[in-house]
C-alpha cells in the first residue's frame, strides 16, 4: 500500500493517538498504534484497554494494508520532519516514510496483532455544541477527587434531561456543577453517567481544538463514543452511584458578598505565600471590605483589604487556598458572590449574573 498526505494533519492524529496509548510490561502491543489505510483514508487507532481513540488522516492513497507502529518512535520522527507532505508505505509489517529530504524505516507488527475495539452499542444519544461541552468540563474537572478510594468520585458525573446537561464533580472538599442547555433535545428521558478523568482531560482537549460545532456522544451498556469531526473516543464508564449532591447546596446565606474577581485572586495568591501547612487563608467579611489574611509562624504573614459590597451579617472563615483559586478562576464575569455561612456548612462561589455554574467549597475548621 501507499498513502500520501501533509505531515501536519499527519503529525497531529499521531500526537493524539499516541496519548491514549499504554506502558504495559504484559502487554507492550500497547504502546503502539494501529494504522489502517483504505485508499484516500488512513485510520490511527490506539487504546489502553479501558479508553479508544480513533482518527482519520485525508490523504491519496491504493491498496489495503494494516500494520501496528510504536507510537513514541513514529511521534518523534514526525515532530523532526520539516517537510510538507510525507509518503506513507507499508509492507511486511514494516512502514516506510518517505519525503523530498529523507527515507525512513520503522519496524512494526502484523495489525491481527492489535487488540479488537468494540463497537458501543447504543441505549442512548444526543448532541451538544463542542465548545460549550468543552468550557464545562475546563470548569469541573478541578473538583475531580484523585483518590481511588471512592471510584465514583474519581470522574465527571454527566447527567442528561431533555432539555439539560450537567456536569458535575467532587472531591468532599468541594463541589463544582454546570449546566448546559441542549438545543436539540435529547431523549424523552434522564440518563447518567460518570466519565473517567483521564478521558475527560484528553476530550476537552480535542474539543478545545475541534473544527466542528457538534458532538456526537453515543451511551451504551457501561460504554460511551465520543465523536468530534472525524475522531472517536471510546470509553468504560466508571461503575457506582455518584452522591445525591443538591441537598448540600445551602438555599440561603448569612453573608453575601460581591466583589471583584481579578482583585480577589491576587489577594488569595499573594496570601498563599504565607500560608501554613494546612494551606490555609483567612476571609473576614465587613460592611464594605473583605479582608484576606494568612499567617505562617515560621515565615510572617500577611493581610490585604478589598472593596466590596455585603448583605447580611459580618463574618469569618477559612479556606484551603488552593480550592479557593480553583473556584475563583472558574468564574467568567468580573464580578464574583460569595455566599458565606460558617465553617460547618460550604460556601458558593458563582457569577454575579451567570447561574448555570456554581462551586460549593467546606470552610476550614481550625481549633
Request: aromatic share 8%.
Amino acid at each position: 500500500m501507499n498513502f500520501l498526505c501533509l505531515k501536519e494533519k499527519l503529525e497531529y492524529a499521531v500526537g493524539l493517538a499516541e496519548r491514549f496509548t499504554s506502558r504495559n510490561s504484559s502487554l507492550p502491543v500497547l504502546e503502539n498504534i494501529l494504522l489502517e489505510i483504505r485508499l484516500n483514508s488512513l485510520t490511527l487507532i490506539s487504546t489502553n484497554l479501558e479508553y479508544a481513540f480513533r482518527i482519520i488522516v485525508p490523504g491519496n492513497g491504493s491498496g489495503e494494508e494494516k500494520l501496528v507502529i510504536p507510537a513514541k518512535v513514529f511521534n518523534a520522527l514526525l515532530q523532526s520532519i520539516n517537510d510538507s507532505k510525507i509518503e506513507l508505505e507499508g509492507k511486511k509489517n514494516t512502514l516506510y516514510i518517505k519525503t523530498p529530504s529523507l527515507s525512513t524505516k520503522i519496524n512494526g507488527y502484523a495489525g491481527e496483532d492489535f487488540p479488537i475495539i468494540p463497537r458501543v452499542t447504543s441505549t442512548a444519544h444526543f448532541s451538544i455544541e463542542a465548545a460549550l461541552l468543552a468550557q464545562g468540563l475546563e470548569k469541573v474537572m478541578p473538583a475531580v477527587s484523585i483518590s481511588e478510594f471512592k471510584p465514583e468520585l474519581s470522574g465527571v458525573y454527566f447527567k442528561i434531561t431533555p432539555s439539560t446537561l450537567y456536569l458535575v464533580a467532587t472531591d468532599t472538599f468541594r463541589l463544582a456543577e454546570k449546566t448546559i442547555p441542549l438545543s436539540k433535545k435529547s431523549e424523552d428521558k434522564t440518563y447518567s453517567f460518570i466519565l473517567p478523568q483521564k478521558v475527560a482531560q484528553e476530550l476537552r482537549r480535542i474539543l478545545s481544538q475541534a473544527e466542528t460545532e457538534n458532538t456526537r456522544i453515543v451511551l451504551g451498556e457501561n460504554q460511551i463514543l465520543f465523536s468530534i469531526n472525524g475522531i472517536e473516543i471510546t470509553s468504560r464508564l466508571i461503575e457506582g452511584n455518584f452522591p445525591e449532591y443538591n441537598n448540600i447546596i445551602p438555599k440561603s446565606f448569612d453573608t453575601n458578598c460581591f466583589i471583584n474577581k481579578a482583585e480577589v485572586a491576587q489577594a488569595v495568591r499573594t496570601s498563599s505565600i504565607f500560608t501554613s501547612r494546612l494551606s490555609n487563608v483567612l476571609l473576614e467579611f465587613g460592611p464594605k471590605h473583605l479582608n484576606i489574611s494568612s499567617v505562617n509562624p515560621e515565615l510572617g504573614e500577611h493581610s490585604a483589604k478589598i472593596p466590596a459590597s455585603l448583605s447580611g451579617k459580618d463574618s469569618s472563615v477559612q479556606f484551603n487556598h488552593r480550592f479557593l483559586l480553583d473556584g475563583i478562576n472558574a468564574i467568567d464575569e468580573e464580578e464574583i458572590l460569595f455566599g458565606v455561612n460558617n465553617e460547618n456548612t460550604p460556601a458558593i462561589i458563582r457569577n454575579k449574573s451567570d447561574g448555570s455554574f456554581l462551586y460549593l467549597l467546606m470552610p476550614l475548621k481550625i481549633s
